[in-house]
């Protein structure tokens, strides 16, 4: 069983937060430093193509999650996580309603799996877009992803259905 899905990351919208101040304050000082607004402006249009590759990074990074007989493995771009089933002690999954304020962005549900494993405590989160119902509020969360995934594997692990 495979399933592909976009991770929502913290780390990065820090990353997007402080490259929006990086944005502001690099090319002032740059163009006060060297006396320059031509250095200035150069320095800005690096600062404002950085700014936008982190905030594309903090909505979402692409993941990919699969499931087989021996083992769950999720992989995180290149970082990747492989959980044997005799270490797993428990998987939980959970979901909250997120209302974004951002224009371009629709709610979402973040769904989150929880492996709890012999070494340490692992999360994952996935995006989910809320869908919504002719009086505008979202329509309840169905069986998503991690959902399915924790079905397959709660029969493998020890101590069996959790």
Do not use: N
């Not at 997007?16 to 607004?37: E, K, N, R, W, Y």
């Not at 692409?62 to 089933?85: H, M, N, Q, T």
């Not at 909250?96 to 405590?121: D, F, G, S």
């Amino acid at each position: 069983m495979k399933k592909k899905f976009t991770f929502k990351s913290e780390y990065y919208l820090s990353v997007a937060v402080f490259g929006a101040a990086a944005m502001v304050l690099i090319p002032v000082i740059v163009a006060v430093v060297f006396d320059s607004t031509f250095a200035g402006m150069v320095i800005l249009g690096i600062a404002v193509v950085l700014h936008i590759v982190s905030l594309r990074l903090a909505a979402c990074v692409p993941c990919g999650i699969s499931a087989d007989e021996d083992a769950l493995r999720v992989s995180v771009w290149w970082k990747k996580y492989v959980f044997l089933y005799q270490d797993i002690e428990k998987a939980e999954v959970s979901h909250e309603y997120v209302e974004t304020l951002m224009l371009r962005e629709a709610p979402y549900y973040i769904e989150t799996l929880k492996i709890t494993a012999k070494a340490a405590e692992y999360s994952f989160k996935s995006k989910t877009r809320a869908l919504k119902g002719e009086d505008g509020r979202p329509l309840p969360f169905e069986h998503g992803k991690f959902h399915e995934i924790r079905s397959y594997i709660a029969p493998r692990i020890k101590g069996g259905e959790q």
